[in-house]
Structure formats: structure tokens, C-alpha cells
């Protein structure tokens, strides 16, 4: 497209539009196709036009111009004629089957896809109480967190030397001690290099530390003491005796159906998002994928970049 063809067709969609607008009397259909703007293959017709317009909110439809008439010629002229404009240049360019642009407007056409599901799905906020009162009772283990308890354990084989460690413990209760006598003598070999640390142990002995199980006898001979004090004798935990150190407390919490509305409307949200997205694209795939070979992506030969060392 030339220059002098671009603004001719420019000028000629300004004026256009004033004389279109007069044209009611072909009905309100009729009116609305009216084409006020052709720049290369494309048309404009009033009822584009008029949609555009009304999708602003107020205050951006009055920087255009103080008078109705104002308003639509500037925005024919400056937003919708210059983009046309510019995609009809791109498009004689090619730019749109560039790997770069392909790319972005593959990108584009994605997002709005998923945002017209989250429109159609509605805000979080729309989710209806009930709703929000089943999913809080269904999962209430994640809102009502117990007592926990930090303890430090050596496991010993008898019950003579679990007594010794006890009171070498409590004659110098300090962390460094009961580490040094966690490597000397626990047979637990998974804690005793950390100072026998049990981690956070609820009563039934689960821990916050990954594959980690505890006896409830021990949990429950550590609730008798309070916090920073060793458990008065050796615990029997199976064939060995455990010496018990309760380091601290993590006190129970609930969290009430109020204090997590938002967060289970969220939740809620999310998942009807990614249900309806999952769906939509096992459905495009199904329709549109007719064959995929993974195993040939292996003979692409892709370029190595190597990656910039710091500072250059």
C-alpha cells in the first residue's frame, strides 16, 4: 500500500462517516452495516464503530473530543483507521508468519481464550456461601492445625545407657551437649547427626520433617514436661529406650469459616478454571491434533547457545 493511497483512504473514512451517520433512514440494521471506512480488504461499518465506542468508559470517550460528532471522527481517524493502517502494512510485509509476531499472536489468541473462561465462569466473589461452607467442612484438617511439639531424641540400645546419656544431658543441658551425645550413641541414624532433632511431632507422631515417623509414647511422655525440659527417665520406644528432649511448642490454630472465605473462593475459582481449560483443550486436541511422534524430536538439531558468564 502506498503512501498516497494511505492517506486518501484515510481522508476519505473521515469524511465518510458524517454522511453515513445521516443514513437512518435504511433502518436500524441497515445503518449499522454501513461501511464508513475501507483501507485495504477491510471494512468498517458504523456498528463496529459504535460498539468500539460504547466499550470505553466515560472518561476515556471524552478525551476524544468534547461533542458527540467530535468523538467519533477523532476515534475513526486516530484508532481505527491507524491500526488498519498498520496491519494492513504488516500484513503486505509478511511479518504475521515471522517466527517473532507468529509467536505473539498465537500468545495473544491464547490468553484470550482463557480470559473469556474466567469471563463466562464470573469473579471469585460470585461463588455462593454454600458452596464455600462444604468445600471449609470437607477439608476442615486444612484450617485445624493440633498442638506440635519439637523434640530431641537419642535412641539408645539399653536402658542403662539411655540413663547415662540422661544425666550427662541434664548436667549440662546444653544444644552442643545433647548434639555431641546424639553422635556418640543414637542408634537412630537418620536423626543423630542433627542433634537427634524430631522435627515438629503432633500426639499421633507425625512429623513436619519428610518420612519421618515417632512413637506416641514419646510424644505423649513430652507433653508431662514443659518446654526446654528433658523427660525425667528413658522412654521405652520398641527394643531401645529414647532419651526426650522437649525444645519447644507450636500451639493449636483454628482458622474459621470467615477467616478463609476469600481464600476458598479463590480455590474454588481456580479449579473451575482449570476444569473448564482442561476441557477445552482435551476437546481441541481431539479435534484438531492428527498425529504426534515425540520420539523424532530427538533428531532435531537445535543450535547450543552457551550461556553469558557473569559481568559480560
Known amino acids: 500500500m502506498g503512501r498516497a493511497h494511505v492517506l486518501v483512504v484515510a481522508v476519505a473514512a473521515g469524511l465518510a462517516l458524517g454522511g453515513a451517520a ?5 433502518g436500524a440494521g441497515g445503518r449499522r452495516a454501513t461501511v464508513v471506512a475501507r483501507i485495504g480488504a477491510t471494512t468498517v461499518t458504523i456498528g463496529e464503530l459504535e460498539d468500539r465506542i460504547a466499550a470505553m468508559p466515560p472518561f476515556q470517550r471524552a478525551s476524544f473530543g468534547a461533542t458527540a460528532d467530535a468523538v467519533r471522527r477523532r476515534f475513526l481517524n486516530e484508532v481505527v483507521v491507524h491500526d488498519a493502517i498498520l496491519t494492513a502494512a504488516a500484513q503486505g510485509l509478511g511479518l504475521e508468519a515471522k517466527p517473532p509476531a ?11 481464550t482463557i480470559r473469556a473462561i474466567r469471563a463466562r465462569i464470573g469473579p471469585a466473589s460470585s461463588i455462593p456461601m454454600e458452596e464455600v461452607e462444604q468445600y471449609y467442612q470437607t477439608n476442615r484438617a486444612r484450617y485445624d492445625a493440633p498442638a506440635r511439639y519439637q523434640l530431641w531424641r537419642i535412641l539408645c540400645k539399653t536402658r542403662d545407657e539411655a540413663q547415662a546419656v540422661l544425666t550427662a544431658a541434664q548436667r549440662e543441658p546444653t544444644p552442643a551437649t545433647f548434639a555431641n551425645l546424639a553422635r556418640e550413641h543414637s542408634l537412630d541414624k537418620a536423626t543423630n547427626l542433627r542433634s537427634g532433632n524430631l522435627g ?3 500426639a499421633e507422631g507425625g512429623s513436619n520433617e519428610p518420612g519421618l515417623r515417632v512413637d506416641p509414647a514419646v510424644v505423649h511422655a513430652a507433653q508431662a514436661v514443659r518446654d526446654g525440659a528433658f523427660v525425667p527417665e528413658p522412654i521405652a520406644e520398641g527394643e531401645y529406650f529414647a532419651v526426650v528432649w522437649r525444645r519447644g511448642t507450636i500451639a493449636a490454630t483454628t482458622r474459621t469459616e470467615a477467616e478463609v ?8 475459582w481456580k479449579g473451575r478454571v482449570k476444569k473448564e481449560t482442561d476441557a477445552l483443550l482435551a476437546t481441541l486436541r481431539s479435534e484438531r491434533v492428527r498425529a504426534l511422534d515425540a520420539s523424532i524430536l530427538s533428531t532435531l ?6 550461556a553469558p558468564k557473569i559481568g559480560q
Open 22 to 26: 445521516r443514513g437512518d433512514d435504511a
Open 102 to 112: 507468529a509467536y505473539e499472536i498465537e500468545r495473544a489468541r491464547s490468553a484470550a
Open 200 to 202: 515438629f511431632v503432633t
Open 261 to 268: 472465605t476469600p481464600q476458598i473462593r479463590d480455590w474454588i
Open 301 to 306: 538439531d537445535l543450535p547450543v547457545e552457551r
